[in-house]
């Protein structure tokens, strides 16, 4: 049965639209399909409230005996860093409180996630129910796509993806140079693995993004011309495949990361040494 003209006219391009099929239910579906989006909403809120926290106390985010400094603080590149975490210098002055000290790539890093393929599904499900789920109706009434604001930003992901491997490497470099022992020299300790392997799948996630695939292959006509280039293509192509798994991970080990050096600065663990 039609609806009336009127209603038709108001329904935009969305689900609602006089060339969609009217249903009155919002699905047919019987399994708890709001599940998943439900946990989604629930796991990105819950980081979100621990990094932004902890990317604003300015507390317990070195340790100096050991040279552990948290991710969620590097570069620290102003006067306002403790002594010792200048891995890079102080590139500026004092900073006032509402400026978090990690301000140098913390808004890349979120564009970068914010873009991401798997992230945008995440959210666009969980948050804008843009759909909520597989044969659920939206609730919008229009659908632009990504072709205006904000989300035609999303176009520019690739350019994240740049200056997270640049993070990648600094990340990198925090982690070689915490293999330092409390009376110098050479030291290795608990803290090692977890910002090793935090930095590990870091750079697993980074490399699996999809502007990667396509920096490597995208653009080649003949595989056989570019044996090289196949070959890396191939090997981000299989690591492609655990993208969404390497997001969900990284945002657990970053958290775990901080969360071990926050103890291990503030006192309230000590950190287990294997060598010095």
Not at 58 to 78: D, G, Q
Not at 100 to 125: D, H, I, S
Not at 184 to 193: A, C, K, P, T, V
Request: charged share 15%; hydrophobic share 45%.
């Amino acid at each position: 049965m039609s609806a009336p003209a009127g209603k038709e006219a108001g329904r935009g391009t969305g689900v609602r639209a006089p060339s969609r099929a009217l249903i009155v239910e919002k699905t047919l579906r019987t399994d708890r399909w709001w599940l998943s989006p439900l946990l989604t909403v629930l796991g990105l809120s819950a980081f979100i409230i621990y990094a932004t926290i902890r990317s604003f106390v300015r507390t317990a985010y070195w340790v100096p005996e050991y040279h552990y400094l948290t991710p969620f603080y590097s570069p620290c590149v102003s006067e306002s860093c403790v002594e010792g975490s200048r891995h890079f210098g102080a590139w500026f002055g004092e900073l006032p409180g509402f400026i978090p000290l990690g301000f140098l790539v913390l808004p890349f890093l979120l564009g970068f996630r914010l873009t991401c393929y798997y992230y945008r599904k995440a959210y666009y499900r969980a948050v804008w129910f843009s759909p909520p789920a597989c044969a659920v109706a939206e609730p919008h009434a229009k659908y632009t796509g990504e072709t205006r604001l904000p989300l035609i930003i999303q176009n520019a992901h690739r350019y994240f993806f740049y200056v997270a491997v640049v993070v990648s490497l600094v990340n990198t470099y925090d982690a070689i140079t915490a293999f330092h022992g409390k009376t110098g020299g050479f030291g290795f300790g608990l803290g090692n693995i977890v910002l090793l392997g935090n930095v590990i799948l870091l750079w697993a996630y980074t490399l699996s993004c999809h502007s990667c695939r396509h920096v490597t292959g995208g653009r080649l006509k003949h595989f056989s011309k570019h044996p090289v280039r196949y070959w890396i293509w191939t090997q981000i192509t299989k690591l492609n495949t655990r993208h969404m798994a390497l997001a969900w991970t990284t945002l657990g080990t970053l958290v775990l990361t901080d969360l071990y050096v926050m103890l291990v600065a503030s006192g309230a663990i000590s950190d287990l040494r294997f060598i010095n």
